[in-house]
């Protein structure tokens, strides 16, 4: 069983950077597929980005360009760079693992394992 713990957040400029930090328990991190959702008030958790267990990497629209996800094994940690943010990027952001790529991987649904949350909030 994977434990989450997030790291990062913050309170940030339009058109700043920020990195999020996700460091994970476990032996078997590397056989995870990782990825960043992230939730504001009154609106459904929505998908940032997954990087699965062979390096295979996918971002929602709204980040593509400015979001970069990656993660080092030898840590056992994913990274969310955010670039250029916007006040749209407000939101608690939370790590999460599965041990099963799916196809709709931007369903939240799918993934087993959730960190607290870090947030972030951008202003204009």
């Known amino acids: 069983q994977a434990q989450l713990v997030e790291s990062g957040g913050g309170l940030v400029q339009a058109g700043d950077s920020l990195r999020l930090s996700c460091a994970a328990s476990g032996r078997t991190f590397s056989r995870y597929d990782m990825a960043w959702f992230r939730q504001a008030p009154g609106k459904e958790r929505e998908f940032v980005a997954r990087i699965r267990s062979d390096g295979n990497i996918g971002y929602a629209d709204s980040v593509k360009g400015r979001f970069t996800i990656s993660r080092d094994n030898a840590k056992n940690t994913v990274y969310l760079q955010m670039n250029s943010l916007k006040p749209e990027d407000t939101a608690n952001y939370y790590c999460?693992?599965?041990?099963?790529?799916?196809?709709?991987?931007?369903?939240?649904?799918?993934?087993?394992?959730w960190g607290q949350g870090t947030q972030v909030t951008v202003s204009s």
């Open positions: 999460t693992a599965a041990a099963i790529s799916y196809s709709d991987y931007t369903n939240y649904r799918r993934w087993d394992y």
